[in-house]
């Protein structure tokens, strides 16, 4: 994708200093921005447009507020020949922002592609569609937990759409199980030939997952709008004789399609946005906070949270356990610093079940999720300190996470669903997000 900006110049016409800086632009933009014949500041704008840009700016700006204020799609102001904004223009970037007139003014080119990349993706998003694979969600096993999650409430639908123009395509779990099952074992070994990755897996457990993953790209060959898919694997788990752990990490490296453990719409989407923009490393997992010791110490079935005498703040107040499926998260070979695929860790998946046992390096990260309402992205910059094995348990091969203030995190986090990127991105988020209108709260 790329992002389709319109140069706007001020009257009375363009000058050499714009010309030159737009040929600039278009060189260092090249893969992340379309440029649309040039139009003067209240002028109307293409129905195509996802941004503007200013490459220019001049004192004019002072008394032309009203035709900034009419421009309704974000305004990037980049007058610099490095692809950023120039120190001068503070001014002017500072009295528009004083008068109700929000613009971005990226300071590296890297946020300069950032931003046409977000541009690009609020675009995209309308009309798309988020397939998710359920028939009675809350219903199957551990309904006591499931019948609490928001993300299969229809206000959670609307409110995606409303936010973003994402529309939940829904289709039954039972029936593609069935379906995925029918599929025959040489189809699927024949197709297994074409990526011989490192597992772990008795043949019949392969077989299944990569059955998994044919039926889902039959499924997506037939509506191209579909971007993002999940399935209710853990609580409709009955429903099929595997997970689909393997399927979506091989759709993913085929086609960077983002996927949704659990059919969790708003990690799906959290998930969605902040690959396509920032362009980084991304995967959901479960939050375990030291400060929640029992509900979090009995889930996972392990008898105490990992020693972290041996990192630089041990106080394990600031520290969170990550583990999902009784390993670290789902996330693909592209990913990670470790990867295979192993049999199933959960009691209540099929005993032919599997899950991604895999690692992203140690180092900064970022934890982020929308908040339900839509209109803020909670996230918190941290680090993955190591990793944290407990035999017999359900967090076979956990992450230990730093963060800054523990108990802070339990009172704004959101969701038992985080997603981690690699990196600390907060800056980057809070840049993207403004793009789709949606403030950050850090945790």
């Known amino acids: 994708m790329k992002a389709r900006l319109v140069p706007i110049y001020f009257d009375p016409g363009r000058d050499e200093g714009f010309d030159e800086q737009l040929a600039r632009l278009g060189e260092l933009l090249v893969d992340d921005a379309e440029f649309l014949p040039p139009v003067a500041l209240g002028a109307a704008l293409p129905a195509e447009a996802d941004a503007v840009v200013f490459p220019q700016m001049l004192g004019e700006a002072y008394r032309r507020v009203a035709d900034f204020r009419a421009i309704d799609v974000p305004i990037l102001v980049v007058t610099s020949e490095f692809g950023t904004l120039n120190m001068w223009d503070w001014e002017i970037v500072a009295y528009l922002e004083g008068e109700g007139v929000s613009t971005f003014a990226p300071y590296t080119l890297a946020q300069t592609r950032m931003l046409c990349r977000a541009s690009a993706v609020r675009r995209d998003l309308r009309g798309r569609k988020f397939l998710v694979y359920q028939d009675n969600p809350g219903e199957g096993f551990q309904a006591s937990i499931f019948k609490r999650f928001y993300w299969w409430e229809d206000e959670a639908a609307q409110r995606l759409f409303d936010r973003f123009g994402i529309t939940i395509l829904k289709k039954s779990f039972r029936e593609f199980g069935a379906r995925a099952r029918a599929i025959p074992d040489a189809t699927a070994a024949a197709e297994w030939q074409r990526w011989r990755w490192p597992v772990a897996l008795p043949e019949r457990a392969l077989l299944s997952a990569v059955k998994i993953y044919l039926a889902l790209r039959d499924d997506l060959a037939a509506d191209l709008a579909i971007v993002s898919a999940g399935i209710n694997c853990l609580n409709e788990s009955h429903f099929s004789d595997t ?78 356990l990550v583990a999902h499926c009784g390993y670290f998260g789902l996330l693909p070979p592209s990913f990670g610093t470790e990867w295979t695929a192993r049999p199933k860790v959960l009691a ?45 348990s359900d967090c076979l091969n956990g992450g230990v996470i730093h963060i800054p203030d523990g108990h802070r995190l339990v009172r704004k986090a959101t969701s038992h669903h985080y997603l981690v990127t690699t990196g600390h991105n907060l800056v980057d988020m809070r840049l993207a997000m403004r793009v789709f209108g949606i403030a950050v709260e850090e945790l």
Not at 272 to 290: A, E, G, H, Q
Request: hydrophobic share 40%.
């Open 243 to 320: 997970t689909p752990c393997l399927a979506w990490m091989m759709l993913y490296e085929e086609g960077r399609l983002i996927w949704g453990c659990e059919a969790d719409t708003l990690s799906m989407a959290t998930q969605y946005v902040l690959n396509k923009s920032l362009d980084v490393p991304i995967m959901m997992t479960n939050l375990y906070p030291f400060l929640m010791s029992g509900p979090a110490l009995k889930h996972e079935r392990i008898p105490h949270f990992p020693d972290v005498s041996a990192y630089a703040d041990t106080n394990p107040e600031n520290y969170v």
């Open 348 to 392: 209540i998946v099929d005993e032919n079940a599997h899950a991604v046992d895999a690692r992203l390096p140690e180092g900064p990260v970022t934890l982020a999720k929308l908040h339900p309402s839509m209109g803020a992205l909670t996230a918190v910059e941290g680090t993955l300190a190591g990793y944290a094995q407990f035999p017999g």
